[in-house]
């Protein structure tokens, strides 16, 4: 029935619009300088004029509150701490890491370090914010229906709610405490065998001071409480909406969802001489967790100075991956390691101080009062050391634990930087803004109109002169940072002779790159980056087509490699029938093939048995997992790990997968391998769950969730979509650039632009999106009217 109003609603505006825009609806706001116009089209996306930049800004935190209400107001209280005041004391430990991890430094330096005008932008925008949220509390009744399930009223925001760290791609300290952990277990040289580590070797040694039998405490618990996502359970919600079924199963296939190596992107710039119309072109499609509502949210900026038009985070002000009039830029992680994990000794008679460089040290405190439902304030204290937050005091072993922060210098806040990016005029102007992208560590790439293109790494790079950075260190003073290495001496380049420039989250660090104290070890699997590659690289001139084609790419190099292994075994039973399958196959991943869903039936089992057969059992639970790439290296080159036979070995392996493989895929699709389609609702599929989907009855959550539709490809193809059955992460959001063209521009983000279960544009593009479709992103203004569905005038309370 919501799919029914929501199209009925649709429909109305389109026939109502008839490519002109229904008349203007004006609203009075206080705090703008001068009327501001909101255009929007039908895709969802807000155009926003205004005269000036304040009212730019403010227009749009308002625009965004207005879309993304409830998402805001959670993001409000992880950024504040402020979660267990609506969720009780189980959140409590959330709050306090949130606060351990608050930036305490002077905020008109921190908001001046994203744009020199950064105090009145940020300001602006969550004035803006403020305003709509004012707006709405007059007529409570017209809020998102998720304050009422939980009985919540949205509240004010503050500029340190924007300039928060918790939801950013930070560093690797759990993956520290991890492969610390493991080398305490097992010695250097194992943990370097099973972790893929690269481009250099790291050292891995454990300081002899350090009692590594500790490690196996939960040091990181406030950290990782800080971290995680919001869960909401049954008893948070009002009576009416709460689901009273005592079990109730939703559609996950049980997949585990431990898909962090999924997490990722691709992005490149191509030259004008490699496409067939001359001009160059910028492709991005960041790959995070597949969410309703979007983690983009799609603006464009128009006042002056300003003409910006893409994607960024819906609470944060500018667009970070887009185009202006000059120029386009994309982003993917460049794994940059910005966190440590220190260890001290601890005074036995004073637990308050910690050894360095041979004094004992007062760590300095901080207390904080948490609201908790349902029981008293909570008063905590939180500690420092030099280093930084302390995340676990052991006094009976008179050990403590601190974590230092890269992210906690100036300018940390994710993505921020982007603001003098929106509005660089050339490659040299887009390099500079580059130097102020602390977090995260980033592969930013630009095309323009004269033709240039460019790659840039950026994030804030501690140099480690005498150790790697990948197990805990003491903190006595003799492990410390050397200052960062600036921004634009990390890997870039410009105008390569290749005519291209592509990223996907692999190593891309050149070989003669002399900084290797300030560069990382772990890094994605290559595959996505070497089909992009590939595909760049062939001798052909490209279209617009063909960049959408490699977007959604679903050719598995990783099958490429396997499969035809495959011709030497024999099989009994139903494996014979399904290794004919995979005669003549193309290696691609698509909705509809039998091939594709045995292969990733078969891909799943050799990660599963590797992870079972490799990872020794003093390690597991620990090491997380085997990457792919190291499973692939012992598979092409097998030796005495798979037996006294190294090719037999294997090859019984690679059948036992297969059989394996095809008896699952027997289990859950039934025994006619005819239905074995990868791509539909008991295989590869993609299920939008809100995110109190689990706890809501069947008809609030019919208003809710979305799906389940179709999909192809998986962790290692260029068309991303993550490791696991029930798809839990990829890109929602793509952008395709024609710098020569700015309308000839198009994208997609799923599910929609509002957060609001009520809009229209709430679902609208999830479909298209599972099918693998753009739609244009409109820049001229007569190209916007076109398709305009609404426009909204903002107008100046006069006092």
């Known amino acids: 029935m919501r799919q029914i109003l929501k199209l009925f609603v649709v429909v109305f505006f389109f026939s109502c619009n008839d490519s002109k825009i229904i008349p203007a609806d004006e609203l009075l706001v206080d705090g703008l300088k001068e009327p501001v116009e909101i255009v929007r089209d039908k895709w969802g996306i807000n155009h926003i004029y205004a005269k000036n930049q ?136 194992m943990v370097k065998d099973l972790y893929w580590f690269h481009p250099k070797e790291p050292d891995l040694t454990i300081d002899p001071s350090i009692n590594t039998d500790l490690l196996s405490d939960d040091i990181l618990a406030l950290y990782n409480a800080y971290r995680k996502p919001v869960k909401f359970l049954k008893d948070d919600i009002v009576p009416a909406y709460q689901n009273t079924k005592e079990k109730e199963m939703v559609l996950s296939l049980n997949e585990s969802k431990n898909d962090s190596l999924s997490i990722g992107s691709n992005n490149w710039v191509i030259r004008g001489d490699r496409m067939a119309d001359g001009n160059t072109y910028m492709a991005n499609d960041p790959h995070r967790t597949i969410a309703i509502p979007s983690l983009r949210y799609m603006n464009h900026l128009v006042a002056p100075g300003w003409n910006v038009i893409g994607g960024g985070e819906p609470e944060i002000p500018g667009i970070s991956i887009g185009h202006n009039e000059y120029g386009s830029w994309g982003l993917t992680v460049f794994r940059t390691d910005g966190e440590d994990l220190y260890v001290y000794e601890l005074n036995p008679k004073n637990p308050n101080q910690y050894k360095y460089k041979g004094n004992w040290e007062d760590m300095t405190h901080i207390s904080e009062t948490i609201k908790v439902k349902g029981r008293n304030d909570s008063i905590v204290n939180l500690s420092y050391t030099k280093h930084g937050p302390v995340t676990h005091i052991d006094t009976e072993n008179n050990v403590a634990y601190a974590v230092r922060c890269a992210w906690l210098e100036p300018g940390g806040s994710p993505y921020l930087a982007s603001l003098r990016m929106d509005q660089a005029k050339s490659w040299e102007e887009f390099r500079e803004a580059c130097n102020y992208s602390h977090i995260p560590g980033e592969n930013m790439i630009w095309a323009d109109k004269k033709g240039n293109i460019g790659w840039q790494a950026v994030g804030i790079a501690p140099i480690r002169k005498n150790f790697s950075g990948l197990v805990p260190i003491p903190g006595d003073g003799r492990y410390e940072w050397d200052g ?303 398709v305009a569905i609404t426009t909204k005038k903002l107008i100046p309370l006069k006092k």
Do not use: C
């Open 484 to 786: 960062y290495l600036p921004i634009v001496e990390k890997p870039n380049g410009f105008n390569p002779k290749e005519g291209f420039l592509a990223t996907a989250n692999q190593n891309v660090t050149p070989d003669n790159f002399n900084r290797w104290d300030a560069i990382g070890f772990s890094w994605a699997d290559p595959y996505r980056g070497d089909r992009v590659n590939e595909v760049l690289g062939e001798n052909k001139k490209m279209t617009m087509e063909d960049m959408k084609a490699l977007q959604v790419d679903y050719l598995s190099i990783p099958a490429r490699i396997l499969v035809p292994m495959l011709k030497g075994i024999a099989f009994m039973d139903k494996a014979v029938e399904a290794k004919e399958k995979m005669t003549n196959w193309d290696y691609r991943l698509e909705p509809n093939s039998i091939s594709a869903a045995i292969y990733v039936a078969w891909e799943n089992q050799i990660k599963r048995m590797a992870n079972e057969k490799f990872i020794p059992v003093e390690v597991k639970g620990i090491v997380p997992g085997i990457q792919m790439t190291r499973i692939m290296e012992w598979l092409k080159t097998p030796d005495a790990k798979f037996g006294a036979n190294p090719i037999l070995g294997r090859n019984k392996f690679l059948s036992d997968a297969f059989s394996n493989g095809v008896d699952d895929l027997e289990k859950s699709l039934g025994t006619d391998m005819n239905l074995w389609q990868y791509g539909q609702k008991k295989n590869k599929h993609t299920y939008m769950q809100h995110a109190l989907s689990e706890v809501v009855n069947d008809t609030t959550r019919t208003l809710l969730d979305l799906g389940p539709l179709p999909r192809g490809g998986n962790s290692y193809t260029p068309g991303s979509t993550g490791g696991n059955l029930k798809q839990s992460s990829g890109a929602s959001f793509r952008m395709i650039v024609n710098t020569g063209d700015w309308d000839a521009a198009v994208g997609s983000n799923s599910p929609g632009q509002s957060g609001n279960p009520d809009s229209p544009f709430y679902s609208n593009l999830f479909e298209s999106w599972a099918k693998d479709e753009y739609f244009p992103i409109y820049y001229s203004r007569s190209k916007i009217d076109s």
């Open 54 to 189: 304040h009212d730019l800004f403010y227009a749009q935190g308002y625009a965004a509150a207005a879309d993304r209400l409830f998402q805001f107001e959670i993001w409000r209280r992880q950024a504040t701490g402020t979660v267990a005041e609506i969720l009780g004391e189980r959140e409590l430990n959330r709050d306090i890491g949130t606060r351990l991890f608050k930036f305490r430094g002077d905020m008109t330096t921190e908001m001046n370090h994203y744009h020199d005008d950064g105090v009145e932008i940020i300001t602006a925008y969550t004035d803006g914010v403020n305003a709509y949220i004012e707006s709405i509390l007059k007529t409570p009744e017209k809020l998102p229906i998720e304050f009422k399930i939980l009985d919540i009223q949205p509240q004010k925001w503050t500029p340190e709610v924007v300039i928060s760290r918790h939801q950013g791609l930070l560093g690797n300290i759990g993956q520290e405490l991890q492969i610390g952990r493991a080398v305490a277990k097992l010695g250097e040289e």
